[in-house]
């Protein structure tokens, strides 16, 4: 695990890096959801509103809890991903789903673990 010679990783070290891995695994993967969508032609246009006001709030420099803020930071904005999903649920449907984790799969370059996947599916 510890691939940097000189910095030594203890059980908290690991942990946490172990948690910002799953963190960054299921945001990716809400915006993907969030994405693909977005392109799809069933969704419509008021929902496609909500995909792009989530998005550009989480690629927003200026929000509410500063993202430089180390854990905290980010808490907010996946807040209003996972608002925006769970408002257009009913338009993420199982080809929205696949390319979705296709993508992920393709772009995280690792095994991604499944339980996360679940995870982000059962929040719709």
Not at 25 to 41: D, E, Q, W
Not at 73 to 92: K, Q
Request: glycine letters at 4%; hydrophobic letters at 45%; charged letters at 20%.
């Amino acid at each position: 695990m510890n691939k940097l010679p000189f910095i030594k990783i203890d059980k908290l070290t690991s942990y946490i890096l172990e948690y910002i891995k799953q963190l960054s695994v299921k945001g990716f993967y809400v915006i993907l959801l969030l994405y693909y969508a977005y392109h799809n032609s069933n969704t419509p246009s008021w929902a496609k509103r909500i995909i792009i006001g989530s998005l550009a709030y989480f690629i927003s420099p200026i929000d509410s809890i500063p993202d430089l803020t180390p854990l905290i930071g980010m808490t907010d904005d996946m807040g209003i991903l996972s608002f925006g999903l769970v408002t257009i649920a009913c338009y993420i449907n199982e080809d929205v789903r696949m390319k979705s984790i296709d993508k992920l799969h393709s772009t995280m370059g690792y095994n991604v673990n499944p339980d996360l996947i679940e995870e982000v599916n059962n929040w719709l």
